[in-house]
């Protein structure tokens, strides 16, 4: 018995052999600051010993003047 996707032929696309219409997006080196903080994400490396809601107010104060005004988190997993 094998794992469900073996035999399956894949192509792989690399981002050099693509382009993109600029109406749809840009590439993430080409985006805006403004457009960064609109959708863009922080990976945030927790110390121990706070809560994952008090990391996500202390970043809320930090980037609010930048400009953003939604943060959360995912993915907690408090010590």
């Given at each position: 018995m094998g794992l469900p996707?073996?035999?399956r032929k894949f192509?792989?696309?690399t981002i050099r052999?693509?382009?993109t219409d600029a109406s749809y997006g840009a590439y993430p080196a080409d985006r805006s600051i403004e457009q960064?903080?609109?959708f863009g994400?922080?990976?945030l490396d927790k110390p121990s010993g706070i809560r994952s809601k008090t990391?996500?107010?202390t970043a809320k104060k930090i980037l609010?003047?930048?400009g953003?005004?939604?943060i959360g988190y995912s993915g907690t997993l408090e010590d």
């Open positions: 996707l073996d035999g192509e792989l696309y052999d693509e382009s960064r903080m609109d994400f922080i990976l990391a996500a107010a609010a003047p930048l953003a005004n939604k």
